[in-house]
């Protein structure tokens, strides 16, 4: 079947219909991917949000025109948050103040957030600068990018999160539009992350899960030094490979489109060429640090927003191996290098 794009990108703040009572809203970023998808989905009586985008002026902004356009005729009432990163909860917290909503994420993306916006140890810019140092990012140009880049990057972006929360977790089942969307909870991108699905409007929304051209960040972080979040992701896909292939699916970047399967299956190929691309260059250099397996994963120069993601991707792969037998991790003057057993 291969995938097939069903529309060209909207214009961002401009609301397009995509299936009955559905309206897709492309909101701002400030970084490389420029934009986040949300989605609005028309009820009796009001609106339910999935998603809000960063917590920006420039997003602040498009709300209060979407209020006009659509809120003065049927409220928002309420906002389903995928996961907890910044691009999709950042307007959570003045969205859901502002009109009374609840909030509704699983419990692990609520309290992550909270413990990000607070700068609480162990979730700040120190604790990230020592564990990438720890992976040999340290003493250059780079290292000084990424800690400026992220340093105190989610607090920024999320500067009133939501105070309170409705849980939301893997089989639940939620009423939406006269439909019902079933939530499909996925994992390694973020702690538990929820996507619907609703069977009778064959629609999937799959936030960051699933992507229709590039393969969503999965990264090891310094709150979890030994997580092994890719085998977690690719169990995740698996899992999502068993879904009706006839699903639109609506992501939270790029474009709706069609060919879940085939995209699951490029998915677990890409991940799978990535390791083993890994593993060949761990063997022929004789270890490598994650600092050092950035230039195999990636071949196109950084800023330090992205070396940051790249870093966390490469310490994952690294991990997976790890976990997997068939490289050994030992610290060699304060930073682990990863060789061949």
Not at 133 to 161: C, I, M, W
Not at 168 to 183: S, V
Request: with cysteine; charged share 20%.
């Amino acid at each position: 079947m291969g995938i097939e794009r069903l529309y060209e990108p909207p214009t961002i703040g401009e609301l397009t219909p995509v299936a009955p009572g559905v309206l897709w809203l492309r909101l701002p970023l400030p970084f490389q991917l420029d934009h986040i998808n949300v989605w609005l989905i028309e009820e009796d009586t009001q609106y339910t949000l999935v998603d809000c985008g960063a917590g920006l002026p420039d997003v602040a902004a498009i709300w209060e025109q979407i209020e006009q356009q659509l809120f003065t005729r049927k409220p928002l009432g309420r906002i389903v948050v995928t996961h907890a990163h910044p691009d999709h909860i950042g307007m959570a917290g003045p969205l859901s103040r502002k009109h009374g909503a609840p909030v509704l994420m699983s419990a692990s993306e609520y309290f992550a957030a909270r413990a990000l916006c607070a700068n609480l140890p162990g979730f700040d810019s120190h604790t990230l600068a020592e564990f990438m140092s720890s992976h040999g990012l340290v003493n250059d140009q780079k290292a000084d990018e990424t800690q400026k880049a992220r340093g105190g990057l989610f607090a920024r972006l999320v500067p009133e999160p939501p105070l309170n929360f409705l849980r939301i977790q893997d089989g639940d089942t939620l009423e939406i539009g006269g439909h019902t969307w079933r939530c499909m909870a996925g994992y390694g991108h973020c702690p538990e992350h929820i996507s619907l699905i609703c069977d009778s409007l064959n629609l999937m929304i799959s936030g960051d899960m699933l992507l229709p051209t590039i393969s969503t960040n999965v990264s090891v972080y310094g709150s979890e030094p030994e997580g092994n979040p890719l085998l977690s992701f690719l169990q995740s896909v698996q899992t999502m490979r068993t879904l009706p292939d006839s699903l639109t699916v609506l992501p939270s970047h790029g474009v709706p489109f069609k060919g879940l399967r085939d995209r699951c299956d490029q998915l677990l190929r890409h991940h799978d060429h990535r390791l083993n691309e890994l593993l060949e260059a761990v063997r022929e250099k004789g270890g490598l640090s994650a600092r050092q397996a950035i230039s195999v994963l990636f071949k196109r120069e950084m800023d330090g927003h992205q070396t940051s993601f790249a870093m966390g991707e490469a310490i994952a792969h690294l991990h997976y191996l790890w976990r997997k037998g068939v490289v050994q991790r030992k610290a060699i003057g304060g930073v682990w290098t990863f060789s061949a057993l």
